[in-house]
């Protein structure tokens, strides 16, 4: 019977029905009490493994029952155990009935199966190890059940593996021996490991050496399965584990330009490599690493570009870049290659992961104002002048200082902005401009220099009529004046203001001079100015007056006059204005009188 259930006996009833009833007695014992042992099944234990008690067995008088039957309990111990045995003993109760006879074995051996499971199993489905852990272990565990006295076989058969002896070993297991050594296990062509599970041991660890290969190589995988044996049978695959040997050994990948490139314009062509930079002898790198690495790069955050490792020869690939000569002058040129692990199965970094490209410009330009002198009316207010680029310009970085210089006959900060600045020069930005200031003051034609120069020399770049001198124009213009053509002035002590008008309020200083002419009118009648005097106007004031001094000579005479004339100051060209009254005529009028009579002595 099973564990668990009962146990059914039953007594035959071989001869007639007896007429008064018959009493057997049915006796459990154990191996000791029988004083008999069995091979077939180690012994049970009584009131543990089945009920001990006697049962009685009784055929009933006056009939013709043939069979009587007990049940025997079998008790469930949750207890995972070979089949277990015990006997039954029958005996006949009435002993003076000597006409009883009990045939066949008596005692009968009963057996107990065991109807408990066990369950072993990897404490993990998955293992992963680095190439530098050395000894490592993994774990058969007991999952479910219990064990007594019986020993269990588990096996662990390595299926599948990518790597090889030269990557690990199993080392012994302290408790490895065979157990089961009766069971006729199949045939293998793969490494099994045995081990035995005692009934005290809930795990067994296994150790496995990894050993280190400096070699940069994928992640390596050994499969096993999980088999146990039971006593005289063959077990199962329980389940699998796999364990993944991590390579540790770095793999190093960067740009072989370093991590910046010079190029000159017109170089033609050249080449962008990346490469495996460590390790540094090809024969440690695995032979199927180009199938586990993908690289991308982009050009100044263009998108990806992806590059196969695979395609690398001697673990180096290589793309082309052409630079030509475009006759332009032109900055430099700056591009950033930027590497990136698309995916990869190594332990692997990127470095240098950014290449710097720069492409020098060969190319040269000449650089000067268009005209070495220029002129502007006072009033345009803004000056431009023209920067003339001899090559192509294609750049923004040609940046030019320009000073005006103060050793001109303008005044800065009133005839002019005085400036020091800086001016980039662009195809479309080759215009210097310059404020000039605008006044109502009457002056010459004045002038200032401005004067350009290189903020970084450059070898490339030439600098041709550097210095230009600018004149400023004087716009305003006056006419200038006597208040009156003629004048008629008494004779006497008196005092003549000659008056001199100007359309434009001063200052204004010598732009003519005075000078008096005489006429009838000689010095003796007048102070005249003996000479040319500059005619000066204050400021704000648009008449300059002069004093002439009148004589008064007794003596009886007609009119007389004089001429006040004005005339340019010599050098004063450059001013605009006009005499319109040039001259004026002053007559003296004479204020002596003669009396004539007859004078005598005796007019009788």
């Not at 049940?71 to 995972?80: F, G, H």
Request: hydrophobic letters at 35%.
């Amino acid at each position: 019977g099973r564990e668990g259930e009962d146990l059914q006996i039953c007594s035959q009833l071989r001869d007639t029905v007896i007429a008064h009833g018959l009493t057997l007695k049915l006796i459990p014992m154990t191996y000791v009490e029988a004083n008999y042992s069995h091979q077939d099944a180690p012994p049970a234990s009584g009131s543990v493994d089945f009920n001990t008690t006697s049962q009685l067995i009784t055929f009933s008088a006056n009939s013709k029952q043939q069979f009587v039957s007990v049940d025997i309990k079998l008790y469930d111990d949750d207890i995972n155990e070979a089949s277990e045995g015990f006997f039954v003993l029958m005996e006949v109760v009435d002993e003076t009935n000597s006409s009883v006879m009990i045939s066949g074995e008596n005692p009968i051996f009963c057996t107990i199966e065991d109807n408990d499971s066990i369950y072993f199993a990897f404490n993990q489905s998955a293992y992963a190890f680095n190439e530098s852990d050395g000894e490592v272990f993994i774990a058969v565990e007991k999952v479910d059940g219990q064990l007594t006295e019986v020993a269990y076989q588990v096996d662990l058969e390595i299926y599948y593996s990518t790597a090889t002896n030269q990557d690990y070993a199993v080392l012994p297991v302290n408790s490895s021996r065979d157990c089961c050594s009766d069971v006729a296990r199949p045939p293998v062509d793969n490494q099994v490991i045995s081990t035995c599970f005692e009934p005290d041991e809930e795990f067994i660890r296994i150790p496995i050496q990894i050993f280190q290969d400096e070699v940069v190589e994928t992640s390596e995988y050994i499969y096993i399965d999980l088999i146990w044996y039971e006593k005289s049978m063959y077990g199962d695959i329980l389940e699998s584990c796999e364990i993944e040997i991590i390579d540790d050994d770095e793999l190093t990948i960067g740009f072989s330009n370093g991590t910046s490139l010079i190029v000159q314009e017109g170089v033609g062509n050249f080449n962008i490599c990346i490469a495996v930079l460590q390790p540094t002898t090809s024969s440690l790198i695995s032979d199927v690493f180009s199938d586990f690495i993908r690289v991308g790069i982009n050009k100044s955050g263009s998108p990806f570009t992806d590059l196969y490792l695979e395609s690398f020869a001697n673990s180096t690939s290589c793309f082309e870049i052409v630079v030509e000569d475009n006759d332009y002058f032109e900055e430099t040129k700056r591009y950033s290659y930027h590497l990136s692990f698309i995916d990869s199965e190594f332990n692997s970094i990127l470095h240098p992961s950014i290449l710097n490209i720069s492409i020098v410009d060969n190319d040269e330009i000449t650089i000067g104002f268009q005209q070495s002198v220029y002129y502007f009316s006072e009033s345009i207010g803004q000056a431009n002048l023209k920067l003339l680029v001899i090559g192509v310009l294609d750049a923004d970085n040609v940046i030019l200082s320009v000073n005006t210089l103060s050793n001109g006959s303008a005044t800065a900060t009133e005839d002019y902005r005085r400036e020091e600045f800086n001016f980039t020069l662009k195809l479309d930005h080759n215009i210097i401009q310059l404020d000039i200031i605008n006044d109502s003051v009457l002056e010459p034609t004045e002038h200032f220099f401005v004067q350009i120069s290189l903020l970084e020399a450059s070898s490339r770049i030439h600098l041709n009529t550097s210095l230009v001198q600018i004149y400023i124009l004087d716009d305003e213009f006056t006419e200038i004046g006597f208040e009156y053509t003629n004048l008629t002035v008494p004779e006497g002590n008196v005092i003549l203001m000659l008056n001199i008008n100007s359309s434009l309020p001063g200052p204004s200083d010598g732009l003519v001079q005075l000078s008096t002419r005489d006429g009838s009118a000689t010095g003796l009648d007048y102070n005249g100015t003996r000479g040319s005097v500059p005619v000066v106007f204050q400021p704000r004031q648009t008449i300059a007056s002069f004093a002439i001094q009148i004589h008064d000579d007794n003596i009886s005479e007609g009119s007389e006059e004089f001429f006040g004339v004005i005339q340019p100051t010599p050098g004063k060209n450059d001013f605009h204005f006009n005499i319109s009254i040039a001259k004026v005529s002053v007559e003296i009028e004479d204020d002596d009188m003669v009396n004539f009579g007859i004078h005598c002595d005796d007019c009788t």
